[in-house]
């Protein structure tokens, strides 16, 4: 079993969550984060006076996968989440021991299914 983490642009969200629908992703969680990569922020300009912004909005995800599901769920997020230019994100790939769905205690593969 795997967690795919990824972090991307917020207005990729809706692409990429239909392109995990239509990959079989069954689950997904999404939280609003704010950080920064190779681009180091950004200057903006507001009501004339410049400002440095240093900790970008992105998206995080975090989808749970049998190990043979992960390259289908990172090509996903891949294709829906590109843009071509810089800030598009990372993809995080983790190993996960256990799984246990709380409600009827199941766990590993078959907390994770449907």
């Known amino acids: 079993m795997k967690l795919v983490t990824a972090i991307f642009k917020p207005s990729r969200l809706d692409a990429v969550i239909d392109a995990l629908g ?5 689950g997904l969680t999404v939280s609003e984060v704010r950080g920064y990569g190779r681009q180091q922020g950004k200057t ?11 900790l970008l ?9 049998p190990s043979n ?6 090509e996903a ?12 994100g990372k ?7 256990t799984v246990v769905r709380i409600r009827t205690g199941e766990r590993d593969e078959q907390a994770i299914g449907n």
């Open 57 to 65: 909005p992105k998206v995080k995800i975090e989808v749970a996968c």
């Open 22 to 26: 239509e990959a079989g992703v069954s």
């Open 69 to 74: 599901e992960t390259d289908r769920v990172v």
């Open 91 to 97: 993809i995080f790939v983790t190993p996960m021991d």
């Open 77 to 88: 997020i891949t294709g829906a989440a590109n843009t071509g230019t810089i800030g598009d």
């Open 44 to 54: 903006e300009v507001y009501r004339g006076a410049e400002y440095e912004v240093r």
